[in-house]
Nanobody, 120 residues
Framework: QVQLVESGGGLVQAGGSLRLSCAAS????????MGWYRQAPGKQRELVAAITSGGSTNYADSVKGRFTISRDNAKNTVYLQMNSLKPEDTAVYHC??????????????WGQGTQVTVSS
């Protein structure tokens, strides 16, 4: 079993910044991709940013230049630095981690979600 614990959400004014963290723990053999998704009320969940084990990153067009994803492999933690926040960034942000609990067993875990609210 792999658990993800997210932190860092909250209420911020437009133009402000927040930093989300997601720490993975449990039976972890290796971690491959780590990412952040978000879901706003009445909308589908969408990929915000992802990072591979090699450090390659991918961002949604709507956050490019404003958000930065990074990871600390020693701590099994992924971060999302969010700058220049806009009201349309308001959503529940979920962490997602892919990896292996053993050489032959994969896992795909989701965090419980953290609320980000940006006021205008």
């Amino acid at each position: 079993q792999v658990q993800l614990v997210e932190s860092g959400g909250g209420l911020v004014q437009a133009g402000g910044s927040l930093r989300l963290s997601c720490a993975a723990s449990g039976s972890i053999f290796s971690i491959n991709a780590m990412g952040w998704y978000r879901q706003a009320p009445g909308k589908q969940r969408e990929l915000v940013a992802a990072i591979t084990s090699g450090g390659s990153t991918n961002y949604a067009d709507s956050v490019k230049g404003r958000f930065t994803i990074s990871r600390d492999n020693a701590k099994n933690t992924v971060y999302l630095q969010m700058n220049s926040l806009k009201p349309e960034d308001t959503a529940v942000y979920h962490c997602n981690v892919h990896g292996q609990t053993s050489p032959l067993r994969k896992f795909d875990s989701w965090g419980q979600g953290t609320q980000v609210t940006v006021s205008s």
